[in-house]
């Protein structure tokens, strides 16, 4: 029953994510980058100060860095270890390169879509900020219908990719290093998280700007080490990513590049599953933050795809290559998933391989299990009204529970296809909504100095007090 189950998955998975949704998302992501005068330049003489910096007197929830840490919060997880060593299972090692493109071009779209969710962002009768790909489409495009259609699968999508994914990422790592039972870490890990999200984004946020940045630097400084005792292998590796991201071949240590379709497919795929840029969630986060202007934040929210995948995920990348390159021992018919690939990948450096890999994937996943639980309510209220808040919380929590001993193999191709399924509409308000990205980019840069302060309007809504 599992095989007929997973096989039918497999096809919607292959489906959703074939050329079409490849070209859409590339597309997007360098049409943005055009269309913006390519932003990324500005990401780190512009970007990266102002996510460490403050405004007074601007609306908004949690800080700039707040909103910026939950959402890398929600981005950097698993598919910065598991999602890259399975995009190299299942496309070789030239879906790397692909995949670190993703993120290079990818920036310009996160700009896009954190400006107008903040853009749009609304009040609520109790004195939220909340906003994203739903708040632009009903507001911006009179399309409603389309931004509950969004709301509907990323809800769902926060249960794949935010919750289950990650949980049972975690299980996975500490019974195959700490021989701990998986069920013992769903009940862990569903405490723990019950305790911090029933405090809304406020308390989210402020465990996230503690957590995020050590574990980031941890991992970092880890993969900076490993890639030490690696040195020798380094400029093999990227020679063998970028020549197996263009055709088929082989390299040592049993990679075996899968082609040109695959190397871009699951590239593509696990570069969005880790930075989520066009997909519709950081945003989510963005319009919480306080701030007097929606190019301010969306400069900010879009360092987090810099982090996310152009550093860590390429970081990784070089990792797991170099490492199976310099030790046969991790071959070909050993290679049976990506987590089981990074963990054999890791398992070859004593002692430091594995510690890093545990609290790398403990602290990543956690840290996303909160911010999509975030993005999970902000959708549900969204078309259920506060209403729906206590029974997402519920089953949220219940799902920490019980996905620790389902199979990762489903679960991942499961998320795959809610995420497709919620870039879609998200995409298409950042394609129609160019326009007004363009002209408050205008409006409030030149010369790299934003010369407008004047704050972005807040609607006032009722939402709070009663259904919307």
């Keep these: 029953m599992y095989e007929k189950i997973f096989a039918v998955v497999q096809s919607v998975d292959d489906f959703v994510w074939g050329w079409g949704m490849i070209l859409l998302l590339l597309g997007t992501h360098l049409f943005m980058t055009v269309r913006t005068g390519f932003i990324q330049r500005k990401t780190i003489t ?14 908004g929830e949690v800080s700039q860095f707040g909103a910026l840490t939950t959402a890398l919060a929600s981005t950097i997880g698993t598919g910065n ?47 939220r900020m909340q906003g994203g790909a739903m708040y632009a489409l009903e507001r911006g495009l009179n399309m409603k219908w389309l931004g509950i259609i969004f709301a509907v699968f990323a809800g769902l999508a926060s249960f794949g990719i935010g919750c289950a994914a990650q949980v049972n990422a975690i299980a996975e790592v500490c019974d195959e290093n700490m021989d701990v039972d998986p069920w013992l870490i769903g009940i862990i890990v569903a405490g723990l998280t019950a305790v911090v999200i029933f405090g809304g984004i406020k308390s989210i946020a402020r465990v996230c700007e503690k957590l995020v940045p050590f ?35 082989a390299a040592a240590g049993g990679l075996v590049g899968g082609g040109v379709r695959l190397a871009i497919q699951y590239g593509v795929a696990r570069g969005l599953f880790s930075n989520e840029s066009g997909m519709g969630s950081a945003p989510i986060a963005a319009a919480a933050a306080k701030t007097k202007n929606p190019v301010r934040q969306a400069l900010v929210s879009s360092t987090g795809t810099f982090w996310d995948t152009v550093v860590v995920c390429l970081m990784t990348g070089l990792v797991l290559v170099s490492t199976i390159m310099k030790n046969p021992a991790v071959n070909a018919d ?66 920490l529970l019980i996905a620790p001993v389902q199979p990762l ?16 509409p998200n995409l298409i308000a950042v394609l129609l909504l160019s326009p007004v990205i ?26 709070g007090k009663e259904k919307r």
């Excluded at 363009?438 to 004047?454: F, G, M, N, P, S």
């Design 81 to 127: 270890i598991i999602g890259v060593g399975t995009a190299i299972a299942l496309g070789g090692p030239g879906a790397v390169l692909w995949c670190w493109l993703t993120g290079v071009f990818g920036i310009a779209t996160k700009y896009a879509e954190s400006l107008i969710a903040v853009k749009y962002r609304v009040k609520t009768a109790d004195g």
């Design 409 to 424: 193999d489903l679960v991942w191709k499961i998320a795959d296809i809610l995420n497709a399924l919620m870039a879609v």
């Design 215 to 249: 574990m980031a630097v941890f991992y970092v400084i880890g993969c900076l080490v490993i890639l030490g005792i690696n040195y020798d292998y380094i400029i093999p590796a990227i020679q063998t990513i970028c020549r197996l991201a263009f055709t088929k071949g």
């Design 46 to 59: 512009k970007g990266i100060p102002l996510s460490v910096s403050t405004e007074e007197g601007a609306d």
């Design 438 to 463: 363009v002209r408050e980019t205008r409006k409030y840069i030149r010369d790299l100095d934003i010369v407008d302060d004047t704050p972005v309007p807040v609607v006032k809504t009722g939402v």
């Design 334 to 399: 050993q290679i049976a998933d990506g987590g089981e690939l990074t963990t054999l990948a890791f398992g070859q450096i004593p002692y430091l391989g594995p510690f890093i890999l545990v609290v790398g994937i403990i602290s990543f996943a956690y840290s996303t299990i909160l911010g999509w639980a975030y993005y999970g309510e902000r959708c549900v209220e969204y078309f259920a009204g506060k209403a729906g808040l206590l029974p997402y919380r519920i089953l949220y929590v219940a799902v």
